[in-house]
């Protein structure tokens, strides 16, 4: 069966509307942060389960490769582009009900079109007390999706596939997988205990093409009495070996009282206050005496850290005394924010005059907004990163999309241990690769646990020039191995990075390979994803 034989079967299957040729599916698909073209053969978009598991048999008895996306809105990382030519997108979206919600326990089950905005509005029409597991990726980002790439955040549940309870999933004979607690008709313990009975099956599901993911049980955290955000920075980058270690404190002492703290370099604040001085760049990176006088102008230290405290009114006064204490030798500056202190800077901003006053009430603005954020309220916050280097930002009131509007950007996220020796070699190791691209070394450090640092670095380039995208993927592949060689390797890649894995050969991706034959025998169903793509025999005549 040829592929045009296959979408139109589809289309009379689920309904004309809901089916795209390449054109269509090209148009609306194709752009990526990443630059480059991924030939995409059409596009389905279901509108129910029954709808994904016909797709799936088809695509099973015809080899047509299929590629699911939530949203398409995992910026960095690929958004709804597929990892190899010739596959037809199944775009999720259209399954985004909110199917369980136990206000008792809080836990939520959620279809992968679900989205973090979603999810808070139906949290908040209902006054329910839980946060939503936000990321910086914004409001639009599926919650499932995220979690199942094991994304990860600043609220109190920071590993978002480590809240994941339960899993729904249409394997690419077109089967339901559920697990075997749900099986045995435990279908409410399955989704308040993770790990069910025998063998733990859910966790395949997760960054790999195994079956496609319907549904998604998530524990949510609980709303805090009290939440307070503390910001603090210390001159000298060789205090980092200081740092480091004082902050491993701070998570060990304080547990979930402190979900997690970032670390972020003076390039990465200065992306985030100011526009990019693409006039004072050599080969599109910023020189050091440029970075240290902007700096200067914009009270930016050689690091500059972000963590919140939430719990008790009590807990929260206690664990203030904590963290001021354990951070503050190795810090030059230290402030807690609450809302209430907020409050009190924007009342008296509106007391002087709007020339001095503008400045206090912008900086007021942002950190409620960080703050909010922290409390898990969705926000564009942090996509103001993306546009940096290159995109057109939408006029006010029009969401924004790095994909749409331009943007070049590819997130290289190595993960680092919590030690102050390995973080110094992983920052000459960035300090020396990027400029070589023309990459602006811009660092983030985010603890993911008391031993663990996830270093996000946003690789930010000209999308519409072709010798600086093919420099960034150079450049990435750099870094990758150069962290390679030291022992830095990413937590997640983006979706033309996939070749980057190690080959069949090693024990992990032959086993990995074997559950994929016997699960997708006609190689099916995302191709190249986390594994070397085999041929599905599809005759792609159209």
């Known amino acids: 069966m040829s592929m045009t034989d296959y979408l139109q079967t589809v289309r009379n299957a689920v309904g004309d509307d809901r089916v795209d040729a390449a054109d269509a599916a090209n148009e609306r698909y194709g752009a990526s942060t990443e630059g480059g073209e991924t030939a995409i053969a059409g596009a389905i978009r279901p509108a129910s389960v029954a709808d994904v598991q016909t797709c799936l048999q088809l695509a099973q008895c015809t080899g047509v490769p299929v590629y699911p996306v939530s949203t398409g809105h995992n910026w960095g990382y690929g958004c709804a582009r597929p990892v190899t030519h010739g596959c037809v997108v199944l775009d999720l979206a259209g399954l985004n009900r909110i199917r369980d ?119 949510l955290a609980w709303q805090p009495e009290r939440l307070a955000a503390f910001y603090f920075a210390a001159r000298e980058h060789a205090t980092i070996e200081d740092l480091v270690p004082a902050v491993s404190r701070v998570l060990r002492e304080l547990g979930g009282t402190v979900p997690a703290i970032n670390i972020l370099n003076p390039q990465r604040m200065l992306s985030m206050l100011a526009p990019f001085p693409a006039d004072e760049a050599e080969d599109g990176v910023l020189p050091r005496e440029a970075v240290a006088r902007l700096s200067r102008h914009h009270g930016i230290e050689a690091w500059n850290g972000v963590g919140s405290i939430q719990g008790s009114r009590e807990v929260v006064n206690a664990a203030r005394r904590s963290v001021r204490r354990i951070l503050k030798p190795a810090t030059s500056r230290f402030v807690f924010i609450t809302h209430g202190r907020l409050d009190w800077i924007e009342r008296g901003a509106r007391m002087v005059p709007k020339r001095f006053g503008g400045r206090a009430r912008r900086l007021a603005g942002t950190l409620r907004a960080s703050l909010n954020v922290m409390g898990g309220d969705p926000s564009e916050v942090a996509l103001p990163l993306a546009y940096w280097r290159s995109g057109v930002r939408p006029p006010a009131g029009t969401s924004m999309n790095p994909a749409r509007d331009g943007c070049g950007l590819i997130w290289y996220a190595p993960l680092v241990p919590m030690r102050g020796e390995a973080v110094q070699r992983y920052l000459r190791l960035l300090e020396e690769i990027c400029p070589q691209y023309g990459l602006n070394p811009l660092v983030t450090l985010t603890t993911l646990n008391d031993r663990c640092f996830d270093s996000t670095v946003p690789l930010l380039f000209d999308r519409a020039d072709p010798r600086a995208v093919a420099r960034a993927h150079e450049g990435y592949r750099a870094l990758l191995e150069a ?60």
């Open 483 to 542: 962290g390679r060689c030291e022992g830095f390797l990413p937590y997640r890649l983006h979706t033309g990075a996939m070749d980057l894995l190690p080959g069949l050969e090693t024990v992990s991706m032959h086993v990995s390979n074997a559950i994929k034959q016997v699960l997708d025998p006609g190689a099916c169903l995302a191709p190249g994803r986390y594994l070397p793509p085999r041929p599905a025999g599809l005759d792609t005549g159209q």
């Open 101 to 219: 919600c136990d206000e008792e326990l809080g836990v939520v089950t959620v279809e992968p079109g679900v989205t973090q905005a979603q999810l808070h509005a139906y949290l908040r029409e209902r006054q329910l007390p839980f946060m939503v597991p936000v990321t910086g990726a914004g409001p639009s980002c599926s919650i499932a999706a995220n979690a199942l790439e094991r994304g990860y955040g600043i609220t109190p549940y920071t590993d978002h596939f480590a809240a994941v309870t339960a899993i729904e999933a249409v394997l690419p004979t077109g089967a339901l997988y559920r697990s075997t607690l749900t099986e045995m008709g435990g279908e409410e313990v399955d989704r308040l205990f993770k790990w069910g009975i025998g063998p733990y099956l859910d966790g395949l599901f997760a960054q790999s093409g195994y079956a496609v993911v319907v549904s998604t049980s998530v524990a």
